[in-house]
T-cell receptor
Framework: NAGVTQTPKFQVLKTGQSMTLQCAQDMNHEYMSWYRQDPGMGLRLIHYSVGAGITDQGEVPNGYNVSRSTTEDFPLRLLSAAPSQTSVYFC???????????????FGEGSRLTVL | KQEVTQIPAALSVPEGENLVLNCSFT??????LQWFRQDPGKGLTSLLL?????REQTSGRLNASLDKSSGRSTLYIAASQPGDSATYLCAFFSNDYKLSFGAGTTVTVRA
């Protein structure tokens, strides 16, 4: 198993550009989520999904869009990048929401995004 | 909203010393708490999970305690090693199933 795979690992954008951060898992996990990590702050939830075709907003969803057409993939789209979206983004997955509550949350290695 | 604070932000100790990492939270209505480890350039790895009905959890050299009345959790790492150098984050599930993370404590263990 490759686990949770995020691409790209690094990206530089100009203000106003759009892009998609990719997240894929090969563990047949129903629950997938996106977090951002900023210096001096804890991880903050952006969007999450409890299964294919189901998504919901987290704590900081503005400026981001997600979809879940397959169990394996959960892409995060930045529609019009802003400097405030400079951050490290993590994708995390789990077998189910109940598994998340049981402490089973698997993280990717992160995507570092800089918006100029 | 659950506020989670980890102090200090950074810690440097000589090899062999015991580590004590603190985590405080504002809302005592927690479902459980979890301690994670993050290595530079990597994602988070779960270390320990404590249910709200428990007071502590142990795994090898790691011991985590939970005191809901005082709003604190402590992670103890016995006989620290250079390989323990990493950032340690605590996270709480509140009873409405929101997961709140602290900013972490970055630990350096000097050989």
């Amino acid at each position: 198993n490759a686990g949770v795979t995020q691409t790209p690992k690094f990206q530089v954008l100009k203000t106003g550009q759009s892009m998609t951060l990719q997240c894929a898992q090969d563990m047949n996990h129903e629950y997938m989520s996106w977090y951002r990590q900023d210096p001096g702050m804890g991880l903050r939830l952006i969007h999450y999904s409890v299964g294919a075709g189901i998504t919901d907003q987290g704590e900081v969803p503005n400026g981001y869009n997600v979809s879940r057409s397959t169990t394996e993939d959960f892409p995060l789209r930045l529609l019009s990048a802003a400097p405030s979206q400079t951050s490290v983004y993590f994708c995390a997955s789990s077998y189910s929401w109940t598994s998340v509550l049981g402490g089973e949350l698997f993280f990717g290695e992160g995507s570092r995004l800089t918006v100029l | 909203k659950q506020e989670v604070t980890q102090i200090p932000a950074a810690l440097s100790v000589p090899e062999g010393e015991n580590l004590v990492l603190n985590c405080s939270f504002t809302d005592s209505a927690i479902y459980n708490l979890q301690w994670f480890r993050q290595d530079p350039g990597k994602g988070l790895t779960s270390l320990l999970l404590i249910q709200s009905s428990q007071r502590e959890q142990t795994s090898g050299r790691l011991n985590a305690s939970l005191d809901k009345s005082s709003g604190r959790s402590t992670l103890y790492i016995a006989a620290s090693q250079p390989g323990d150098s990493a950032t340690y984050l605590c996270a709480f599930f509140s009873n409405d199933y929101k997961l709140s993370f602290g900013a972490g404590t970055t630990v350096t263990v000097r050989a």
